[in-house]
T-cell receptor, first 111, second 115 residues
Framework: TQLLEQSPQFLSIQEGENLTVYCNSS?????LQWYRQEPGEGPVLLVT?????EVKKLKRLTFQFGDARKDSSLHITAAQPGDTGLYLC???????????FGQGTRLTINP | EPEVTQTPSHQVTQMGQEVILRCVPI?????FYWYRQILGQKVEFLVS????????KSEIFDDQFSVERPDGSNFTLKIRSTKLEDSAMYFC?????????????FGQGTRLTVV
């Protein structure tokens, strides 16, 4: 079973603070995708990382794929209330036509 | 911007009834997927579809489920005899290619409620 464990599951911080969300597995993935999901809606793709050690930046969000391609992190700098939401990581193994999702991190940024 | 569209947004059905959930994937995409998310739980893979056949399916996708691409644009999920535990959000997704970091784009979902 390919499990992706996200931590923390819940995070509530003040506007302006920095935070990191982790996505870990014992399995190797060919790629890892980060999504954001609003209540009652589908996951919206933020970024895909494919190379071990890869770092991608999307404005205040920094995504990193572990060297061994078993883990990933999402770092948000100077969090804003608009960052509030459910963040999901999802991994894809080579040859498998499916994504395995983590359970999500529910992030709340308080003004 | 191209998007995956799903209909209906909400479906209520009686236990034992058949339901068909519909999806229009992004037009140049070749791989299609169905996922579901029971309230408060993880998004779970159901099935992937390529070249008019199932390429992979999960253990959730039993004989009660089927998928079809009846024409060049629609991709459907049929549940033959719904059970209470089929109540969930069902998401359709599509990707241009299969594995190797190809991004999957999700629809807004259909909320299925079985009563």
């Amino acid at each position: 079973t390919q499990l992706l464990e996200q931590s923390p599951q819940f995070l509530s911080i003040q506007e302006g603070e920095n935070l990191t969300v982790y996505c870990n597995s014992s399995s190797v993935f060919s790629s890892l995708q980060w999504y954001r999901q609003e209540p009652g809606e589908g996951p919206v793709l933020l970024v895909t990382v494919v190379t071990g050690g890869e770092v991608k930046k999307l404005k205040r969000l920094t995504f990193q794929f572990g060297d061994a391609r078993k883990d990933s992190s999402l770092h948000i700098t100077a969090a804003q209330p608009g960052d509030t939401g459910l963040y999901l990581c999802a991994g894809e193994r080579r040859g498998a036509q499916k994504l395995v999702f983590g359970q999500g991190t529910r992030l709340t940024i308080n003004p | 911007e191209p998007e995956v569209t799903q209909t209906p947004s909400h479906q209520v059905t009686q236990m034992g009834q058949e339901v068909i959930l519909r999806c229009v994937p992004i037009s140049n995409h070749l791989y299609f997927y169905w996922y579901r998310q029971i309230l408060g739980q993880k998004v779970e893979f159901l099935v992937s579809f390529y070249n008019n056949e199932i390429s992979e399916k999960s253990e959730i996708f039993d004989d009660q489920f089927s998928v079809e691409r009846p024409d060049g644009s629609n991709f459907t999920l049929k549940i033959r005899s719904t059970k209470l535990e089929d109540s969930a959000m069902y998401f359709c997704a599509s990707s241009e290619l299969g594995t190797g970091g190809t991004e999957a784009f999700f629809g807004q979902g259909t909320r299925l409620t079985v009563v």
